[in-house]
């Protein structure tokens, strides 16, 4: 896989900025954490925004035409990236709303902590749309796997992690509690990315192996099948003339009256003999079926039989007129008894 530059920013950047808001929210402020100055928190936030909003907008680099990138909030019933787009633009709303409160009230605010629970969630639920984006195409077996989202969760809250630890180091007030969470965190996802990485090396479902019935080695494709000319075809492919169907019929009569060699001069001679008299034959016979058929004609129409000529005179066409003539053939040729 061969991924754009884009795409990778914005898995990265948009992973690390939700999973630092999401610990910004449980360890600070749910005071679950070592509590930061208000400076460094505000940064903390400043900073968690900042990446998903430029991952958001690293997503629409790939786009063909950047400026159809609305059209992605059409589908939030059966789209995972309009679910996405819908959720991180109700985050980024209330996130806006929770720093504001927070910078305005001094930290204290009353409805801090019912603002910062509506981020955590929002901010959930961008991170898993993110990851069903993936999950959810079954045409690439890597991704369509149970595994795939856990592991973007806890890819996105380790990175947080490291970014919150940062921020706290920076301000002089590393806790335990922030360095714990997040080295459990950074176990966690290479314990499932390793899953991950020993499920998908297990081939599932059939292989070339199992198609061609080859399986005492491993089958490898060399060149893959095409419907239309290629390079290959247009270079080394031969195509034949198309030829009149008279030329092609000649050729295959003097191929088959070609002799094979010295001895099969005789056989090749008697043979064109053999057709010939079989073609003379065929055409008299063809002259005397079209005169019979003439005879029965004129009889059934009750038209007088024409006198036979000689070279028919002792063939059926004289049986013929001698059993059906009767009266009126004798009366239409004086001086012939029947």
């Not at 505000?42 to 063909?64: D, M, Q």
């Not at 819908?86 to 801090?112: N, R």
């Amino acid at each position: 896989m061969k991924p754009t530059l884009s795409i990778i920013l914005f898995t990265v950047s948009s992973g690390a900025g939700l999973g630092l808001v999401m610990l910004l929210v449980v360890l600070q402020a749910f005071g679950l954490g070592a509590p930061l100055p208000l400076p460094a928190r505000l940064g903390a936030w400043l900073l968690g925004l900042a990446l998903v909003v430029g991952g958001l907008v690293a997503s629409t680099f790939h786009l063909a035409n950047p400026r159809n990138a609305w059209k992605a909030f059409n589908r939030f019933r059966t789209s995972w990236l309009s679910r996405e787009g819908v959720f991180s633009v109700a985050l980024l709303a209330m996130a806006a709303l929770h720093v504001g409160a927070l910078w305005l009230a001094g930290g204290d605010a009353p409805g801090l902590p019912v603002l910062a629970t509506l981020v955590l969630v929002l901010a959930l639920a961008t991170l898993y749309s993110t990851a069903m984006i993936y999950a959810s195409l079954k045409p690439i077996r890597q991704w369509h796997n149970p595994v795939v989202p856990p592991m973007y969760l806890l890819m996105g809250l380790a990175t947080g992690g490291v970014l919150l630890s940062a921020v706290e180091g920076l301000a002089g007030e590393l806790g335990g509690v922030t360095a714990g969470a997040t080295l459990g965190l950074l176990v966690a996802a290479a314990l499932v990315k390793g899953v991950y990485y020993g499920w998908i090396a297990r081939p599932a479902g059939p292989t070339i192996n199992t198609a061609t019935g080859m399986t005492r080695a491993q089958v490898r494709l060399l060149d893959s099948g095409h419907s239309h000319g290629t390079f290959l075809t247009h270079e080394f492919g031969n195509q034949l003339r198309r030829l009149p169907p008279w030329l092609l019929r000649a050729a295959g009569v003097r191929a088959r009256l070609r002799p094979a060699g010295a001895r099969g001069r005789g056989a090749a001679a008697r043979r064109a003999g053999r057709l010939g008299r079989a073609r003379r034959r065929g055409r008299a016979g063809g002259h005397r079926g079209r005169a019979l058929a003439l005879l029965r004609r004129g009889q059934a129409r009750g038209q007088p039989l024409p006198r036979c000529p000689a070279h028919l005179s002792t063939g059926p066409a004289r049986r013929l007129t001698s059993r059906s003539a009767g009266p009126r053939a004798a009366a239409a040729a004086p001086g012939r008894t029947p």
